[in-house]
């Protein structure tokens, strides 16, 4: 059986921070998978707003300038 891969609590911090992005750029109108597509292609830029304290709306803001 394989064996699953536990995650430290910062990665899920930034992974669900990551998803509440999605929400607002969805809101803001992308698609899901435009948002998905978004978010991974620029995962370095949405990290580097997580750790300097953006807000999920504020970053999906800064994205869809």
């Keep these: 059986m394989a064996k699953k891969e536990v995650l430290d ?3 899920l911090a930034l992974i669900e921070w990551c ?3 999605e929400g ?10 435009e948002a998905q597509d978004h978010i991974e292609e620029q ?10 304290g953006l807000t999920p709306e504020q ?4 994205a869809l300038a």
Excluded: M
């Design 9 to 11: 609590p910062e990665t």
């Design 24 to 33: 607002f750029l969805v809101a803001g109108g992308a698609t899901v998978a």
């Design 19 to 21: 998803i509440e992005v």
């Design 43 to 52: 995962v370095e830029w949405f990290t580097d707003q997580f750790y300097d």
């Design 59 to 62: 970053a999906a803001k800064e």
